[in-house]
């Protein structure tokens, strides 16, 4: 369940418990709305501490490290490149 499926879970569950007046036999939508709410939290808990855990960036394992014996790659600029001179 994503994060949106979380969020219609609070809101029906609000809804449920603060905006309606039914009254079923053997259903207490009072307590229907409160655990929608709840599930619908734990699952915007959970959601985003997975979100934090996937942004996480790993530094390279490696370091990289500059090799002198290999020659620097130079731009040209069209002025030293022995044309016009």
């Not at 942004?55 to 731009?75: E, G, I, N």
């Amino acid at each position: 369940m994503g994060l949106g499926g979380c969020i219609i879970l609070i809101a029906v569950g609000a809804i449920l418990t603060f905006a309606t007046d039914w009254d079923m036999q053997g259903v207490n939508l009072d307590l229907v709305g409160i655990i929608f709410m709840i599930v619908g939290l734990i699952g915007v808990a959970t959601f985003s501490s997975i979100a934090r855990r996937r942004r996480v960036v790993v530094p390279p394992a490696t370091p990289v490290v500059d090799d002198p014996a290999r020659p620097h790659h130079h731009t040209r600029d069209g002025y030293s490149d022995g044309y016009g001179a």
